[in-house]
């Protein structure tokens, strides 16, 4: 007897609301707070009494009391009961779920996004994307914050308000996150979107500092040139690119940075 046969079995054996849950944090793929799966009425009062009883030998409740994580038993669980759903009853347990969170307060806004998604509501599903990766830089979070400004751009289909600065705040995250070689990429790719030469020339110093802390050194000295050649003047800020650029790989050189020559180097 397969795994799936003995879900399909237990499935069949539940209430209609019993399945009706399981449908949807199976859908999720994600653990699902308590708040968001218990009707309004009497909803604390489940919780503390084990809201979920009639699916809990599939189901399993992670901590007590509303915010309490409910999650499927096994990976197994969740797939046996995603073959037995159409794709029409996907999108609709995504939609339900997705409007039951975006009713409730101070829900996290990652938990909007994933089922708008789902439900192919992709507009909004960017948006609320947007706020979790806001949120998840306030809390230092910044790889979560990377995924979603990348769901963000992915969703909304580069139809955001400003492209550019969404760019930016997901190379600023991948760097803070230690990916660094991705950040460098993610600069560059957000300087396709700016015209002002300034910040053109900002993004690609990012990208070549992000390159060489990855240890790409071939893709620093590419993204280095190309910010020396949108400035006429090198900043302060600049001149160590300058540096690198044209003195790499010695250990010491004169330049404008400031830096003194090594009185080993050659005159």
């Given amino acids: 007897m397969s795994v799936e046969s003995v879900v399909k079995a237990r499935y069949e054996e539940l209430s209609d609301q019993a399945r009706s849950l399981l449908r949807t944090v199976s859908v999720a793929?994600?653990?699902l707070p308590q708040q968001l799966l218990l009707p309004r009425g009497g909803r604390e009062r489940r919780a503390r009494h084990g809201g979920h009883a009639g699916g809990q030998s599939l189901l399993r409740v992670d901590g007590a009391g509303l915010n309490a994580n409910v999650v499927a038993y096994h990976d197994r669980i969740r797939e046996g009961v995603l073959l037995a759903l159409e794709p029409e009853e996907r999108r609709h347990c995504h939609a339900g779920a997705g409007a039951r969170a975006a009713g409730e307060p101070d829900v996290a806004p990652q938990l909007v996004a994933s089922p708008l998604h789902g439900s192919g509501q992709l507009r909004e599903a960017a948006e609320y994307a947007l706020l979790a990766a806001a949120e998840a830089q306030r809390t230092l979070a910044y790889q979560a914050a990377a995924d979603s400004y990348r769901d963000a751009l992915l969703w909304s289909g580069g139809q955001l308000p400003n492209v550019a600065a969404?760019?930016?705040?997901?190379?600023?995250?991948?760097?803070?996150a230690g990916r660094c070689d991705e950040a460098g990429?993610?600069?560059l790719a957000a300087v396709e979107g700016v015209q002002d030469g300034r910040a053109r020339?900002?993004?690609?110093?990012?990208a070549a500092e992000a390159f060489?802390?990855?240890?790409?050194?071939?893709?620093?000295l590419r993204g280095a040139a190309a910010a020396l050649r949108g400035g006429r003047r090198p900043s302060r800020r600049t001149a160590g690119l300058r540096c690198v650029g044209s003195c790499w790989p010695?250990?010491?050189?004169?330049?404008?940075?400031?830096?003194?020559?090594?009185p080993h180097a050659r005159r």
């Fill in 185 to 187: 990429a993610a600069y």
């Fill in 29 to 31: 793929g994600q653990p």
């Fill in 166 to 176: 969404v760019q930016r705040a997901r190379a600023d995250a991948l760097h803070q």
């Fill in 250 to 262: 010695r250990r010491a050189c004169a330049c404008a940075c400031g830096r003194r020559r090594s």
């Fill in 212 to 220: 060489l802390a990855a240890g790409a050194v071939k893709e620093a």
């Fill in 201 to 206: 020339m900002e993004l690609q110093r990012l």
